[in-house]
Nanobody
């Protein structure tokens, strides 16, 4: 069974940095897209950044120039380096892997979420 485990969230002051990690495991052959989404209180989940297996990236306008997404295909792991954090970046950040090719076919997997709080 495919699992996705996130880590790296926490409390940081405005202007600070955090690095999120997300590792997928469990009978995986390939993962085409991996990405990060976030959901702030009272708001809908939104895309933050995505990266393909060929390392093509896509960012939300609100994080361009501040966040960097990267991945290690051999480890099925994706990272999100977040710099110059703002209070409006406060949210639960979710890792997404889609599609994930396994021995039984394709599926989409979400992580459980990690909380990022930007506050002084």
């Amino acid at each position: 069974q495919v699992q996705v485990v996130e880590s790296g969230g926490g409390l940081v002051q405005p202007g600070g940095s955090l690095r999120l990690s997300c590792a997928a495991s469990g009978g995986i052959f390939t993962i085409a897209h991996m990405g990060w989404y976030r959901q702030a209180p009272g708001k809908q989940r939104e895309l933050v950044a995505t990266i393909t297996s060929g390392r093509n990236t896509n960012y939300a306008d609100s994080v361009k120039g501040r966040f960097t997404i990267s991945r290690d295909n051999a480890k099925n792991t994706v990272y999100l380096q977040m710099n110059s954090l703002k209070p409006e970046d406060t949210a639960v950040y979710y890792c997404n892997a889609n599609p994930v090719l396994t021995g039984t076919g394709y599926l989409e997997v979400w992580g459980q979420g990690t909380l990022v709080t930007v506050s002084s």
